[in-house]
C-alpha cells in the first residue's frame, strides 16, 4: 500500500487514520519542488496544444498523452548521466 502525502492540512491525517491508511507529511521544500514540477508540466503542455491544436471533433487528447509520453521520455534520457 502507498502512503498518502499531503501538505498538512488539517483534515488529511483523520481521513487517513479513518482509512486505515498511511499518512506523510510534505516538508515546505518538497511541497514547492511538486508545485514547481506540476506547474511547469502544465504550461508545456499549454504549450503544445496552442502550437498544435487538436482540430478533431469530439477530441479524446490523444495527441497530447502521445507529446507528454514523448516529453518524459526525452526529460528523463536528458536527467540520465552519460557513462
Known amino acids: 500500500m502507498y502512503p498518502v502525502s499531503t501538505d498538512g492540512s488539517t483534515w488529511y491525517p483523520m481521513a487517513c487514520q479513518f ?9 515546505s521544500y518538497e511541497k ?8 511547469y508540466i502544465k504550461d508545456r503542455t499549454e504549450s503544445f496544444d496552442d502550437y498544435f491544436p ?10 497530447v498523452k502521445n507529446w507528454l509520453n514523448l516529453f ?12
Do not use: A, F, G
Open 54 to 63: 487538436c482540430r478533431l471533433k469530439n477530441c479524446k487528447l490523444k495527441h
Open 72 to 83: 518524459v521520455d526525452y526529460h528523463n534520457k536528458e536527467l540520465k548521466p552519460v557513462n
Open 19 to 27: 482509512l486505515k491508511l498511511e499518512h506523510h507529511l510534505h516538508s
Open 32 to 39: 514547492n519542488l511538486i508545485e514547481r514540477t506540476m506547474q
